[in-house]
């Protein structure tokens, strides 16, 4: 029914940017929230940001707060994270989360599509 593609991942240095791009397509809803979550190895799956499909309300972890900032675009739709300073800490595949039919999901079980991920590797 929703197709998620994640784009933007590599391999950056401590202190650099990346921008990462989500893009959902198939069938269409009234409302899309969307996240991203990332996974480091040997960690558990975390939340990063989320934002509702109005864009007025967004979260994001402490550990990216006024590093990382989620936006979206609803004609497509697609969800975007720009990362600056960027961490060794940061190095994880990051996963893009759509919940269609919501104007806002606070849960992981909340949204029904995953991306494939895309590798964020950031070197000292």
């Known amino acids: 029914q929703v197709q998620v593609v994640e784009s933007g991942g590599g391999l950056v240095q401590a202190g650099g940017s990346l921008r990462l791009s989500c893009a959902a397509s198939?069938?269409?809803?009234?409302?899309?929230?969307m996240a991203w979550y990332r996974q480091a190895p040997g960690k558990e799956r975390e939340d990063v940001a989320r934002?509702?499909?109005?864009?007025?309300?967004?979260y994001y972890a402490d550990s990216v707060k006024g590093r990382f900032t989620i936006s979206r675009d609803n004609a497509k739709p697609t969800v975007y994270l720009q990362m600056n300073s960027l961490k060794p800490e940061d190095t994880a595949v990051y996963y893009c989360?759509?919940?269609?039919?919501?104007?806002?999901?606070?849960?992981?079980?909340?949204?029904?599509?995953w991306g494939q991920g895309t590798q964020v590797t950031v070197s000292s």
């Open positions: 198939g069938r269409t809803f009234s409302s899309y929230a």
């Open positions: 989360a759509v919940s269609p039919g919501r104007a806002w999901a606070t849960h992981q079980y909340e949204y029904n599509y």
């Open positions: 934002i509702s499909w109005s864009g007025a309300s967004t």
